[in-house]
């Protein structure tokens, strides 16, 4: 399959019409190549404003992307797919290990994403800060966020102080639907300071880190609590949510750099012994820096994250390194556009 794209002249970028697209796309144009967008009908009328995409396959659901017409499409235009949140989101990893479509990046990877234990194990191996689990409501005995398993976007999230706090929460999830039983829920400490998304790059060509952005969720609507004064707080019956409605850019102290590195160095290894051949391009560590400047992580996504989509004209950290606009979504298509050039993009797929 990777021998196959080795040989042809004309390649194509393609990713599903959600997430990252635009971005990606733009990206894949600027490094000079065609662009293909599977799209749901609904998103049509969005994608085809613009000219970077140079052709639309439109879809009903996203679970027609395994059907044979995608397929054959995708083979037809030499296609390789850049995975991305929703597809993270709406497929199993054995769908995506099984898609014979060359996938960019570490197909292996994304079910260390989205299974808990083994997101928590290769933490861990990476000597990562992480916030304390809590085993059992019973041992509620500060401030926790209780969570849903799989990359919900933060929704159904809540703070629980206490049993009482968790089961009036957890009740109202049960009476929704949302969950089966209080063991579809897990409970973390909450860690305070400033929720930081940090962006980096890894190559598997010249085996280096690029850290390239860092962002702050805006969600909805715990970021909007504290517009209202603590009196009307208490006087209204508040269920915060942690619904992402969009990203703010941030730049960091000089001073946290060197650790942030450090940190992104320590992850690419540990997936390298855990989940060989190890990290390909885009993640992100996601945490907390507390007041002493110190990063805990609570989750990791090991392929681009939403908030890059601030800087598809180049970050603050992008600008250090390259002389052009270089948004995540153009730094995948350079990678891809290198390998392709000296023969080694079958380091780039698994
Ligand atoms: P998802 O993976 O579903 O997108 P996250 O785990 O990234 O959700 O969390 C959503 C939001 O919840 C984060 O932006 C952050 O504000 C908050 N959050 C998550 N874990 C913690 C934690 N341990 N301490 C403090 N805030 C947290």
Known sequence: MVSKIGLIERTTIATLGSHSALQILKGAKDEGFNTLLISEKNRHSLYKRFSFIDEILTI????????????????????????????????????????????FGNRKIFQ?????????????ASLLTTPKLVEHKNDIDKLCIVKLHGAAGGRGYFLAWNKESFEENATLLLNQGRIRSEDDLFIQEYVIGVPTYLQFFYSPLNRQIEFLGADIRYESDIDSIGRIPARQQLSVSLQPSYNVIGNLPLVLRESLLEGVYEMGERFVKAAENLVPPGMIGPFCLEGVYDKEGIFTTFEFSARIVAGTNLYINGSPYSELIYDKPMSMGRRIAHEIRIAKEKGLLNQLFT
């Not at 395994?66 to 995708?74: F, G």
């Not at 260390?112 to 861990?124: G, I, V």
């Open 60 to 103: 009903s659901r996203y679970s027609e992307l395994l059907d044979n017409r995608c397929k054959q499409r995708l083979d037809d235009t030499n296609s390789i797919i850049i995975p991305h949140g929703t597809m993270i989101a709406y497929f199993t990893h054995q769908d995506i290990e099984h898609v014979s479509v060359p996938i």
């Open 112 to 124: 260390w994403e989205s299974d808990r234990n083994l997101k928590q194990r290769l933490m861990s």
